[in-house]
C-alpha cells in the first residue's frame, strides 16, 4: 500500500509544510513601521561611526 501511494503522502506532507511555512511567517510578521525605524536607526549610528573616524 505504502509502494503505491507514495506520492500522495509526499504531497500531503508537502502541503502541510507549506501551510505550517505561511502561517508561521504571518504570526511573526514585523510591521512596515517597526522595520522603517530600526532601518533609520541603523543608518545614523553608520553616520555617525563615519563621522567619528573621520574627525
Excluded: D, H, P, R
Excluded at 509526499?10 to 532601518?39: D, H, M, Q, R, Y
Amino acid at each position: 500500500m505504502l509502494a503505491k501511494n507514495w506520492k500522495q503522502i509526499g504531497f500531503v506532507i508537502l502541503i502541510i509544510a507549506v501551510l505550517f511555512n505561511i502561517t508561521s511567517k504571518l504570526i511573526n510578521k514585523t510591521s512596515l513601521k517597526t522595520e522603517a525605524l530600526e532601518s533609520a536607526q541603523y543608518m545614523l549610528e553608520k553616520e555617525k561611526n563615519n563621522n567619528a573616524i573621520v574627525k
